[in-house]
């Protein structure tokens, strides 16, 4: 991918963009074997201890589906960048956007302008406007949040949006995020609806996610589709009860839960996530596609370890997509001593899933498969299939 920006010394955000995308697939890829390698199950695989499938991958540009842009200059010329790049670089035309993204930001400035809403400017704690967020489907449709410090703008801002929807009708809804605390938080908890959709139909894979505008989405659409559909898989190949119950701990938006559905359909599925908006859009999806998935707003590890002591007892399979701080322990220490014989793992920080699988050594991985979720990035995402084994484990390396 090539990135003017990057070129000219204005964004950093892909550190890797000088490496060609097969290298850096094949050193990330690399990483995480060598990390992992003590919890494989040395006779799995179609060779024993060799467990990797192909790398899931996608499009390397245009994939985004949300934008996150830090405004800067003033109401009369707003400047969208990113936090930490340079001084007075606009970066609404960022290669990593899909098509109409930077149309929309283009739109939002001219709000701006005509709304006369002073950026804040962190160093002297002054101004209103913090951050602009856009969700982007794969439909092309749009969902614009603008971040403020006050509700002060909100009468100009809604008496001049008319014209912003007029001239970009891919946008769906619009919202105020309030986040009055000086703080590195992208945004805060009080969301004022200004106009539109509750949520933006967002198709991943085999279904359509619905997304409220502070829930979790995956960055990369294409990719999470993917995602969603092999974990689906392997816990379809590892059910054999008539009436098989699989829970989906940490189920966001419900993908890996919509997709077990499909391809499990006598499963009896449960997905649990402890953000209620998730859940409401979880539910919207499920209820669109006329899946029966139960889903409810609990925590995941203290409604497990509740579920798990009534009369039927831990599920036959689990699904865990926790956030970069993994399982934790306590999450990691029930499903090691659940039972349970088959899990599936999604994870963003090999580094936490490493240690979360330190703390579950009866379950060894018999396949796995590196998911390039962020491009030209450090970061990786990895999804593993356990199966519970008595086989002894070695000493773990050090996930850090």
């Keep these: 991918m090539q990135c003017h920006h990057f070129d ?56 985004r589906a949300r934008g996150k842009m830090a405004v800067s200059g003033t109401a009369q010329e707003p400047v969208l960048g990113l936090p930490g790049q340079a001084e007075g670089a606009d970066l609404c035309d960022c290669p990593l956007y899909p098509a109409g993204v930077e149309a929309v930001l283009e739109g939002v400035k001219a709000l701006v302008r005509r709304a006369q809403v002073p950026p804040y400017s962190v160093a002297r704690r002054r101004g209103e406007l913090k951050n602009v967020l856009v969700t982007a489907s794969p439909d092309e449709e749009h969902v614009v949040r603008l971040v403020l410090r006050t509700d002060a703008a909100l009468g100009r801002i809604r008496e001049h949006l008319p014209r ?82 699989v829970w989906d701990l940490y189920c966001g938006l419900g993908g890996f839960a919509l997709h077990t559905a499909l391809a499990a359909p006598a499963a009896l599925i449960t997905g649990v996530e402890v953000t209620p908006e998730a859940i409401d859009g979880a539910r919207e999806a499920a209820a669109a596609h006329g899946l029966p998935v139960t889903f409810l707003a609990d925590d995941a590890t203290a409604w497990a370890r509740r579920e798990a002591e009534g009369p039927e007892g831990p599920p036959d399979a689990a699904i865990v997509n926790p956030p970069r701080r993994g399982i934790g322990p306590e999450l990691a220490g029930w499903l090691e001593g659940s039972g349970v014989a088959d899990v599936v793992y999604s994870s963003c920080n090999p580094a936490t899933l490493a240690a979360d699988l330190a703390a579950m050594p009866s379950l060894r991985i018999v396949a796995a498969r590196y998911v390039d979720m962020f491009p030209h990035t450090e970061h990786a995402e990895v999804i593993v299939r356990l199966r519970r084994t008595p086989t002894a484990v070695p000493s773990p390396k050090d996930p850090r």
Excluded: K
Excluded at 14 to 27: K, N, Y
Excluded at 32 to 55: K, M, T
Excluded at 187 to 194: D, H, K, R, Y
């Design 8 to 63: 000219a010394g204005e964004c950093r955000s892909c550190t890797l963009l000088p490496l060609p995308r097969t290298r850096q697939v094949q050193e990330a890829g690399a990483r995480i074997r060598e990390l992992l390698s003590p919890f494989v199950d040395p006779a799995a695989g179609a060779a024993p201890g060799d467990v990797w499938g192909p790398p899931v991958l996608g499009a390397e540009s245009g994939f």
């Design 164 to 245: 912003l929807l007029e001239e970009h009708p891919s946008i769906v809804a619009v919202s105020a995020n309030l986040h009055p605390e000086h703080t590195t938080r992208v945004e805060g908890e009080e969301e004022v609806p200004l106009w539109g959709a509750a949520s933006i139909g967002v198709r991943t894979g085999d279904v359509v996610l619905r997304a409220r505008p502070r829930s979790f989405l995956q960055t990369h659409t294409e990719v999470a589709g993917q995602l969603y559909r092999q974990g689906a898989a392997w816990i379809a190949e590892a059910l054999s009860a008539p009436a098989p119950r």
